[in-house]
Each structure stands twice: as C-alpha cells, then as structure tokens.
C-alpha cells in the first residue's frame, strides 16, 4: 500500500467562519452537514476537527491530513447529498491556491455511514480533489507546468528527432542521446511540484508495435500532451511516479504506427522491445563522438 502525504489545510487571509477552532459537532443523519464542517475544519487549518469526521478506508493509496499555511481553500461550497445505501456523495467546488496550483476545483466529497453515523472517506474523497488538482497542473488547457514541460520536451527532442529522420542511420545512438536530454528536461520541471499525486487510470492495457495514435488512445486513454516533428509522433502519459521516474509512460510513432514505447506505470504494458524496459538502471549515454 503506498503512502500517499496530501497537504490541503490552510488558514484563510479572511475568516467567514467566525471562529479560530471548528468545534466537533460528532457525526449526523444528514451527511451533507458532515461534509461541510469536514471542508470548513479543512480551510481553517484546523486538522484535529477535521480528523473526527473523517475515516480512513482501506485503499491503494493512503491519505493523511496535515497544514500547510502557504495554502488557502477559498470559495467552497458543498452540495446536498445523494444517499446510495452506506455511500453518499456530495458535489464540491472550491478555490485552491499555493505555490503550485491557482485554480477552482469541482470534485465529490464521499461519505459512509459507520455505525449509523456518517464520516468523510478521507483516501476517497482527498484522491478525488488530488486528481482533479493534478489535472489542473498537468492538464494540456491551461497548465503552466505542462506548457513548459512541452516546450522544454519539444526543444530536446529535436536531435532525436533529427537523428530518426535520416533512414534511421544511427538511430539507436539518437534515440538515447536525444531522450537522456528529453528525460533531464522532464526532472527539472517534475521538480517543482515537490510530491507525487495520486494518480487512478481508467484506461490499462497493452499497446503493440504497429498500432495507430488511435489505436493506443482507446487502450489508454487521451494523453496528456503530444508533440509531432516531421514524420514522427510522441504521446505522453501519467504513470503516478512522474517524480520518482522522472519521465512520463512515452509512446513514440512513426508514420502513425508505434516504434517504441517506454512505460512505468502500473496497467501501462508494451509487447514490443522497449529501448528503455522497466528495471534499468538509469545511466549517463554519451553521444557517439565521445565514445569512439
């Protein structure tokens, strides 16, 4: 089970709700009552409140609550709950801002009823605003961080690229060289986000050498950003150690049919020979010049 830190708490520039500590109200027969004092606990940075209406289900990735006071929840609003049985679901919006992210997120608080009392699914309901925050981040629309990656990725791509052009005549040698520059890009950028984010495919499975762009978008999904140079195409995907790889899952086309793909997220899956498989140990490539 990975343990997963997730900093949400902050203490507001101004109070709206007139009071330095969130009592603890115990939990209610209306879940939407939950979930508001949960959220309110949550922006004014009080932790200790916030715990007691929450719980801790068993999950892939686990949450745990802590304050960051660079952090401010803004704006939130909670919606009246949609009972299913022990489950209910609140829709959420609120406006998150810090050193990493400025923007309004639309997510849904869960809920489930323990002992005829309703609490918070902390890792649920935290996974939920932590996908859509990364997706704000990361997301191709609007993100600084994917603009700059994609520039940065763009640039360092270009003797790779220019190495495959030519009837792929040291192609081996470019393709190294070209994505070692590629990957040291990605580092510097993954950097500056300071932690991984959860991340839940909805789209696994296993791409073949040969497939088409939309071949592999209806297997994994749409990628998060694409570069295209000439005859050949780059599809980059989430794989949830964007900092601890340093790299996203990359999928590389020519003529609009795969040639390589190099993959280290958990569903993602390559039949071909990848030129970067999973396990190898990251090492410095020198161009061939230097070699010989």
């Known amino acids: 089970m990975r343990k997963m830190h997730v900093l949400l708490a902050a203490v507001l520039a ?35 409140a916030a715990s007691q209406y929450a719980i801790v289900t068993e999950s892939d990735v686990t949450t745990s609550l802590s304050a960051d006071a ?67 981040i990361l997301g191709a629309s609007a993100s600084e961080v994917v603009g700059e990656l994609a520039n940065a990725m763009g640039e360092a791509m270009a003797p790779l690229v220019e190495g495959m052009g030519q009837a792929m005549q040291g192609a081996a040698e470019a393709m190294a060289e070209g994505m070692g520059e590629a990957m040291n890009s990605l580092n510097r950028q993954m950097a500056s986000t300071a932690r991984e984010i959860p991340w839940n495919p909805e789209f696994t499975g296993t791409i073949d050498p040969g497939m088409t762009r939309d071949q592999v978008i209806s297997i994994w999904g749409e990628p998060v950003t694409e570069r295209v140079n000439g005859n050949f195409g780059y599809m980059f995907y989430r794989n949830g150690c964007e900092i601890a790889c340093g790299m996203y899952d990359t999928v590389l086309l020519e003529g609009n049919q795969v040639i390589d793909a190099v993959v280290r997220g958990a569903g993602h899956r390559y039949s071909g020979i990848s030129s970067s498989p999973p396990g190898r140990t990251p090492e410095e490539t020198l161009p061939q010049s230097a070699v010989q």
């Open 14 to 48: 101004t109070s709206t709700l007139g009071c330095d500590k969130i009592p603890f109200l115990g939990g209610g027969e209306n879940p939407a009552v939950v979930a508001r004092a949960f959220w309110a606990a949550m922006a004014e940075g009080d932790i200790d």
């Open 70 to 136: 660079d952090m401010a929840l803004t704006n939130l609003v909670v919606a009246d709950a949609t009972e299913d049985g022990d489950v209910a679901t609140s829709q959420t919006t609120m406006h998150i801002q810090n050193q990493q992210i400025n923007a309004d997120l639309d997510f849904v608080t869960t809920m489930l009823k323990i002992d005829s009392e309703w609490k918070v699914d902390q890792n649920t309901t935290l996974s939920a605003m932590a996908d859509v925050a990364m997706r704000q």
